[in-house]
């Protein structure tokens, strides 16, 4: 897989273009962006299940799944939720626009908001900028991936290159996120797109799985947003088709590892992170309490602080498995290893070198196993450290 | 009811003394201290939820309820958790050696430990430590309140006396609690203490409740502990029985009062606090769901950032409801206030002075007040803000 991050050029799959432009929402920043399908794509997403949804997640969960989208438009800095009224129809007026500028229909673009929840829209500047948005159009990823960032300080991309049984088909993934960040199903803004040509129902069971096993196991800091999206878009352009079973292997298993990329992107760029952590978790009752429990680890205030202290305090990763239901007999029997380091071994603390194991915290990843006796339950999560800089950054984000 | 915090002399109960000493686990502070009833006491206790139980939990859970408990002796430094048998043969000398003393069975003897989880015991230092600490038992609650801290800064207790027809009982509170605060049935230490005669059931559904309504419904950091603990003891020495409908009320009411004072003080020093947040939720579908709720605004990194950042950022709050699984229809209908500001007003943002707002949030206690529309459920919740202290705090704890 060749991945794309930071500001080198990303190429888009075929038929794709994009562009990111500063509207006047937030200064000296873009802050408004597009991708374009010159022709019909098959479209779904996977959306925030937060109660309280911002009004584009719920006009995109109206047009998802289609056979015929054109467009995603997408602003920073407003999040276009508790908004009310007036949000749901600035959010449709921004699809409007952009239809109108691509002579197709409004229900052929689909919309996504990041930035402060209740701010309203403004949404005559996004509207005045939309035909300067769609003149520059481009065929590498970065202007739109810089459009959509909010706390983000990197822009994420990712690209890669399938060899199927009729040819070759690129997939191209974009996201943003970096707090609030802790989604449930979906996550911050994502878009996957590809050339390949995928029916709706294999397009969705495709991007459902690869969120589950990506953006669905990530944590910044616990918060489920109004607004995490994924959508995942199949152009066909490549003229090549994902229907055999081998075909479709290949394809699933490169979309879940490029989505896996973008979303330890957005916890190693959490807000104030200094460290991605990696939680690898084996041998829980169930899948999903190893999910829970891994995932737990990644949201403990505690360990993060630990980790951000370089401090191999592992009493706190025990705590926190048994506070999120796994068994008490089966932690007596847990391993334990950080950094490769064991600390615990079938249960009985390991006398290990603590100044070695500070040492070996001092890199920029982080990563703990956790074996558990017996269970078929197993999972991967990620997250990042918590710094004081976290507090600084959204002690201010608002006012 | 007469508040006793801080360095002031808080009254005992009739028929109670509490020591504390350095026995030298500790550095220049008291680490060991005791409760002693001069007869036998009903002793009841509510113990942690989390899966992964210390010491001397899964102890006193063998023996209470009882209706012959004598003393608790409690130990800060060491949290006798994930200490395998070593600790377990710990636990049980500690209760032995003041059993000894006191010329009792073992079994009368309840045990807490606090402190940092996996250092093994040092127990001999412990032992040693037993008749010097007994010899020293005073009548006010402050030498003990000050042995069992960790990272609190400020020991807790309160005392009250309630009028019953049969005459006055006296209650006193003593508990302790800064990080890894998020009690589950119980929490951190607390010791609640009378002279009331009370039988086993009624003491212990007396305690449940109050736990319920007050340590149960605080948060500092998210964290479960493996050794929250919450005792009561009723040793009868005033005389005056707790048997009538009206008596029980009054009791009942008296006891929840105190504990929600102790919960609130344990709250205002959590581990970096420089707020108290006090939520309070109505008209929510479930009284579950509002307990949920309630608690969620008092765990979210984002909304205590923004409230030690006196920021009245109250997006975060619907967010967070949202995601804590209050149904979006009834967030709609949603009124909102933050000290007394109305922020959203039965679902639409309602303009306020943000300048005032922020001046509002300068005090060193938060109100946040949330009405649903319809449901019965309601519910208290306290918690603290989060401040760059928390993680300095945490990255540096054990090493």
């Known amino acids: ?30 802050d408004l962006g ?11 997403g996977v959306y ?124 191209t993934g974009i996201c943003k996120g970096s707090g609030m960040i802790h989604p449930n199903m979906a996550t911050m803004l994502g878009y996957l797109l590809t050339d390949a040509t995928l029916s709706v129902e294999v397009a969705q069971s495709c991007l459902r799985e690869a969120a589950d096993l990506s953006f669905n196991m990530i944590s910044v800091d616990g918060e489920t947003s109004t607004n995490d999206t994924v959508f995942l878009l199949a152009n066909g352009a490549s003229g090549v088709s994902v229907t055999s079973e081998s075909d479709l292997v290949l394809f699933q298993s490169a979309l879940v590892e490029l989505a896996q990329i973008l979303a330890q992107s957005i916890a190693r760029d959490g807000e104030g992170s200094t460290k991605l ?6 041998g829980a009752p169930t899948q999903e309490l190893a999910r829970q429990a891994a995932r737990g680890i990644t949201i403990s205030p505690l360990i993060k602080a630990a980790i951000h202290g370089e401090d191999p305090n592992w009493g706190r990763i025990l705590a926190r498995l048994g506070a999120d239901g796994i068994p008490g007999d089966s932690l007596d029997q847990l391993t334990l290893a950080i950094q490769g380091i064991k600390v615990m071994e079938l249960g009985v603390p390991v006398l290990f070198d603590r100044a070695a194991a500070r040492a070996r915290l001092k890199g920029d990843t982080v990563n703990i196993t956790i074996d558990l006796p017996g269970g078929e339950g197993s999972a991967k999560a990620w997250g990042c450290d918590l710094s004081q800089k976290y507090v600084v950054i959204n002690a201010e984000y608002t006012t």
Chains 1, 2 share one sequence.
């Not at 897989?1 to 000296?28: D, E, Q, W």
């Open 277 to 282: 952590i990696e939680v690898e978790l084996n």
């Open 34 to 44: 597009v991708i374009i399908s010159d022709r019909d794509a098959v479209g779904v």
């Open 48 to 171: 925030t299940q937060n109660e309280y949804k911002a009004a584009p997640v719920l006009y995109c969960q109206g047009i998802t799944p289609s056979d015929g989208i054109r467009a995603i438009v997408t602003n920073s800095g407003q999040a276009n939720a508790a908004t009310g009224p007036t949000g749901v129809e600035a959010n449709a007026r921004m699809a409007a626009s952009v239809a109108e500028s691509l002579g197709c229909r409004s229900t052929q673009v689909l919309t996504a908001s990041t930035g402060v929840i209740g701010t309203p829209m403004e949404i005559e500047k996004i509207v005045a900028s939309i035909p300067e948005l769609l003149a520059r159009a481009t065929d590498s990823a970065e202007a739109f991936a810089l459009a959509i960032l909010t706390t983000d300080l990197i822009p994420k991309t990712v690209t890669t290159q399938v060899e199927l049984s009729g040819g070759s088909v690129c997939i």
């Open 1 to 30: 897989m060749t991945i794309g991050p930071g500001m080198r050029k990303t190429a888009l799959p075929k038929g794709f273009r994009v562009s990111g432009v500063n509207c006047g929402v937030r200064r000296y920043r873009p």
